[in-house]
C-alpha cells in the first residue's frame, strides 16, 4: 500500500492545461498548412506591359503574362477611355504578346494604359510618353 501513495501524477488541472495547449498547437499548423494548399489553387492573373511602341494611329503594347494562371484581356483603358478589343486577346502563364491599341497620341504626352479581364479586374498597368 505504501508504493501506490508514494506514487505521484498530474493533477488533473496540469493534465487539462497541457492537452488544450497540443490542440492550440496542432490547429495553427493544420490552418498554415492549408492556407498554403489554397494560395497553389487558387492562381494569380497578372500582365505586365513591358514597352509600348509609338506608331502613325496606334500604340503597339508588348505584354507578358507574369501571373500563374492564363489571362483573357477583354478591353483596354488609355487614359480613361475604354476600347473593347475586338477579339479577347488570351495569354498562357509565363508568355508575350502584343496588342494594338487605337490612340491618336500627341508628341511628347503621357498616356496611361490599363488593361481588364472578363470579371472587369485590372490584371496590368503602365504608364508611356509619345515620342516628342
Not at 9 to 14: E, F, G, T, Y
Not at 29 to 48: C, I, P
Request: zero cysteines; a negative charge; glycine letters at 6%.
Amino acid at each position: 500500500m505504501k508504493i501506490f501513495r508514494s506514487k505521484k501524477a498530474l493533477s488533473p488541472v496540469v493534465a487539462s492545461i497541457i492537452l488544450i495547449a497540443v490542440t492550440v498547437a496542432v490547429s495553427i499548423a493544420v490552418a498554415a498548412w492549408m492556407g498554403a494548399l489554397t494560395v497553389g489553387f487558387m492562381g494569380s492573373s497578372s500582365v505586365t506591359i513591358t514597352d509600348v511602341h509609338f506608331t502613325d494611329t496606334n500604340a503597339e503594347l508588348d505584354l507578358k503574362n507574369t501571373g500563374t494562371k492564363t489571362v483573357t484581356i477583354v478591353s483596354v483603358r488609355v487614359n480613361g477611355d475604354r476600347q473593347d478589343l475586338p477579339t479577347p486577346l488570351t495569354i498562357d502563364s509565363g508568355l508575350t504578346d502584343t496588342q494594338d491599341v487605337d490612340v491618336t497620341w500627341v508628341p511628347g504626352d503621357p498616356y496611361k494604359f490599363d488593361l481588364y479581364d472578363a470579371s472587369g479586374q485590372v490584371i496590368g498597368s503602365y504608364q508611356a510618353n509619345a515620342p516628342a
